[in-house]
Nanobody, 121 residues
Framework: QVQLVESGGGLVQAGGSLRLSCAASGSIFSIWLMGWYRQAPGKERELVAR???????NYGDSVKGRFTISRDNYKNTVDLQMNSLKPEDTAVYYCNVFGTSYGSSRPEDYWGQGTQVTVSS
């Protein structure tokens, strides 16, 4: 099994910063993509940011210039530095890994349990 453990969510005032971290462990063999998605109440889950094994990144339009994703390929961790937070960033943030596990050649998505980020105005 693949486990994703997230940390770093919480409550912050608008304009503040938070850093989310996620560590992948277990039977993960090869990670292609690591990233963060979020889901606000009544809305669909959306991409926040993701990074491939070569370090190429892409961001959701609403977070460009404010959030930065980073990845450690040796530790299988991915962090999300969130600056200039806005109330509309309030959501549950989910860590995502797309890769293969031991014994399987088919890549698939793995998800963390989610961490709440609340930005007050």
């Amino acid at each position: 099994q693949v486990q994703l453990v997230e940390s770093g969510g919480g409550l912050v005032q608008a304009g503040g910063s938070l850093r989310l971290s996620c560590a992948a462990s277990g039977s993960i063999f090869s990670i292609w993509l690591m990233g963060w998605y979020r889901q606000a109440p009544g809305k669909e889950r959306e991409l926040v940011a993701r990074v491939d094994s070569g370090g190429s990144t892409n961001y959701g339009d609403s977070v460009k210039g404010r959030f930065t994703i980073s990845r450690d390929n040796y530790k299988n961790t991915v962090d999300l530095q969130m600056n200039s937070l806005k109330p509309e960033d309030t959501a549950v943030y989910y860590c995502n890994v797309f890769g293969t596990s031991y014994g399987s050649s088919r890549p698939e998505d793995y998800w963390g349990q989610g961490t709440q980020v609340t930005v007050s105005s």
